[in-house]
């Protein structure tokens, strides 16, 4: 570490809220606290200070003494996804598309399968600006971003009156082709200010300036909807933060994989931000153990999330969906199925057969062995009834578990019915659950390309520990990694990443007809002499569109009080060849187009990634190439943990055995060895069936399986 300080990351959860402290000498302390759903602040210091009083410190000695604190959240996901009433707002569009968000596109967006499968019969998105508060207003700007009808300032001062009159706390405001112009948003935005200078304005030109309007629109409603939450709930963090002696910015995870300090962050990257930590924590450890490839597999209280690391570099979706809702913001892609130790087993009643997920018990009321309510059986109560888990040492022993409230549960619910032993019951529960992970593994290395063979896989959550053996049993991977803070991963995750900013643009660029006989290169080479050659406007647009996003992007690294010469920038193009639908992400080996030599570099580049992608054989030249979107990423160094490496001890795990329990294993109870996590040393060799616990985790050995502790503290899992 660069500074002798603390450096600090919380992962704000559903159920618990866990904090990762990093020691000066690199050994970490994991802090978790139940989520505080109301006041957030409160769950973030309460994590904190739990993992402080395990060093033997008071909140405010750790965090006067921070180098840096760090913040994830899934709390504008969940306002999105669980329906949670945000502000009243209102949308300025253009006249003749105010039915927009009532169309919208993908239908089944965000139903789960069952739904899915009857398309016609799904209900669109609701509307998170109803169509009382939509208004059109006369403007228009063409594909080349000419403004074909100026905008009617006197429309768009009645439409501004209106919602005024209806109460809206922010405008929206998006019109089309606005990406290519902005003028006209500018013009409504002044208008706004002058007659309401209190009211939040968000406008799709500034938010995401990207083609195809439904998901641009829907970025930039979001953006308004869950901005005041975000920025109140982060300055309160900040204000706490500050009477306990912290004096530094406080880092916020983003969706597209890095931090950014809290003054200039974007609502819209927080979504799915806390999963995406987890993934910038096994491309550390990946790069940390020389790996060329890694997986993830993060089993949470109500989610099973899936991440690919492969050598080729870094995926982002193109259109995510938040909760029922397509938007034009990147993120890093991952794959989630609800599925997690809080899923609810039940009985289908048509089939009369067991069913586990993907519903949730969520945080309240939880599991019905938290004793808060809960009547229905979900797989933390079948670990426990099954005795992975130990009752007693839940939470360390803070939270008791009640067991026989669980067993009631299974034995009522799922046993009875279906003519089964209770324990049988419980047992049937974990492997259906861990089946239904396993298949969406397999499913995403089928889809992805992946050999197993050559990735590792990294486990880690509250609950990954505790499944992995059983969600990756034959698959082939060589070995399962995981990380001894597997159960706030995700906040470590978060303290390896730099300072990252991503901005996209459309600059929507078309290269004539190519012979259908001549590759992209041959063409240039043979019939471009000269930029002259292009079309009107192309390098102009072109070269404007990425100096903009370099202004854009290093402004704000700016305000976070970082120099030109610190930042690293990479740009990107998505294009693909004219009347194919869907674009390829390609790296961009130019910032500017200079020369004919540069747009050659320009044309290479995407031919070579086309035919990476799709072959020789999907290729359409006499299309032409159309260059859809530019994106921009810059990055900025932020203080780095580093690890702490121990020595060889030896083989014998005698030291760390706690004691031996009845644990239920593929039919029968089979006496198990319990071995005490944290006193495990490097190079102890446990064999299955074992039980590897800690206060934060459980780690189950099945026969079949090995684990070893390695030199860095974390357990490898593999199957013998």
């Known amino acids: 570490m660069e500074e002798k300080g603390y450096i600090v990351y919380v992962d704000t959860g559903g159920t618990f809220t866990d904090a990762v402290i990093v020691e000066p000498k690199g050994t970490f302390i994991v802090g978790k606290a139940p989520t505080t759903t109301e006041r957030l602040e409160v769950g973030f210091l309460n994590a904190i200070e739990d993992g402080a009083q395990k060093l033997g410190k008071s909140l405010d000695e750790v965090l006067s003494h921070c180098s840096q604190i760090g913040y994830g959240t899934t709390e504008g996901t969940n306002m999105i996804v669980s329906g949670a009433r945000g502000p009243k707002l209102g949308l300025i569009t253009t006249k003749g598309m105010e039915d927009r968000l009532a169309k919208g596109r993908l239908r089944a967006a965000g139903r789960i399968k069952q739904e899915a499968i009857h398309m016609i019969s799904c209900e669109p998105a609701p509307p998170l600006i109803p169509r009382t508060l939509i208004r059109g207003v006369t403007e228009r700007v063409d594909v080349l971003g000419k403004v074909v009808i100026s905008l009617n300032e006197e429309e768009a001062r009645e439409a501004i009156s209106s919602l005024l009159a209806d109460g809206v706390e922010g405008i929206a405001v998006c019109f089309l082709w606005s990406f290519l112009n902005d003028t006209h948003e500018r013009l409504v935005q002044k208008l706004i200010t002058e007659m309401a200078p209190y009211l939040m304005v968000s406008l799709s030109s500034e938010v995401a300036p990207v083609v195809r309007e439904y998901p641009r629109l829907n970025s930039t409603i979001i953006d308004l909807y869950i901005g005041r939450a975000m920025r109140e709930l982060l300055g309160r963090i900040e204000k706490r933060l500050s009477d306990h002696g912290y004096r530094r910015p406080l880092l916020v995870m983003q969706a597209i994989g890095g931090v950014v300090q809290s003054k200039v962050v974007h609502p819209t990257n927080t979504l799915h931000s806390g999963p995406v930590g987890g993934l910038t924590g096994v491309e550390f450890l990946k790069g940390l153990y020389g790996y060329r490839n890694a997986m993830g597999s993060d089993v949470g209280g109500t989610s099973f999330d899936v991440t690919i690391s492969p050598e080729k570099g870094e995926e982002f979706l193109r259109e995510p969906v938040v909760g029922r809702y397509e938007i034009a913001t990147p993120m890093r892609e991952i794959i989630t199925i609800g599925a997690g130790g809080g899923t609810i087993a039940w009985i289908d009643e048509v089939s009369k057969t067991l069913r586990v997920g993907p519903e949730s018990a969520g945080a309240v009321p939880g599991p019905v062995c938290y004793d808060a309510g809960g009547e229905i059986p979900t797989v933390t109560d079948a670990d426990l009834v099954t005795n992975r888990l130990d009752a007693h040492y839940f939470l360390g022993g803070k939270k008791k578990l009640n067991y026989e409230k669980a067993l009631k549960a299974i034995k009522e619910k799922i046993a009875s019915p279906l003519g089964m032993d209770v324990f049988e019951a419980a047992e049937a529960i974990i492997k259906v659950i861990d089946g239904i992970m396993q298949a969406t593994l397999k499913t995403t290395m089928a889809v992805k390309g992946v050999d197993p063979k050559k990735f590792i896989l990294f486990a880690f959550g509250g609950a990954g520990a505790s499944h992995c053996a059983g969600y990756s049993r034959g698959l082939g991977f060589p070995k399962i990694i995981v990380p001894y803070y597997a159960a706030a991963f995700s906040a470590f995750g978060a303290s390896t990443a730099n300072i990252r900013h991503r901005y996209e643009m459309s600059p929507y660029l078309r290269l004539p007809d190519i012979p259908f006989d001549k590759t992209t290169s041959r063409f240039l080479l043979e019939e471009i002499k000269s930029l002259e050659d292009l079309p009107l406007g192309f390098i102009e647009r072109f070269n404007e569109t990425a100096e903009s996003l370099a202004r854009k992007v290093l402004g704000d690294l700016s305000e976070e009080g970082f120099a030109e010469e610190q930042v690293s920038i990479q740009y990107e193009m998505l294009a693909r060849y004219g009347g194919q639908r869907w674009e390829i992400r390609v790296p961009c080996p130019i910032g500017k187009i200079t020369s004919i030599s540069d747009l050659r570099k320009l044309l290479l580049t995407f ?114």
């Open 607 to 720: 031919e070579e990634r086309y035919i990476d992608v799709y072959g020789t054989i999907a290729m359409v030249p006499r299309g032409g190439v159309e260059i859809i979107t530019l994106a921009i990423r810059a990055e900025a160094p932020t203080i780095k943990p580093v690890l702490a490496k121990f020595p060889y001890k030896g083989e014998d795990p005698a030291a760390a055995l706690k004691g031996e329990r009845e644990v239920f294993f593929d039919g029968s109870f089979v006496k198990t060895k319990v071995y005490e996590m944290d006193k495990v040393e490097v190079g102890n060799l446990i064999l299955g069936p074992a039980i590897v616990e800690s206060w934060n985790t459980t780690l189950v050995v099945p026969r079949g399986f090995k684990v070893t502790r390695d030199e860095y503290l974390n357990f490898v899992l593999e199957e013998i």
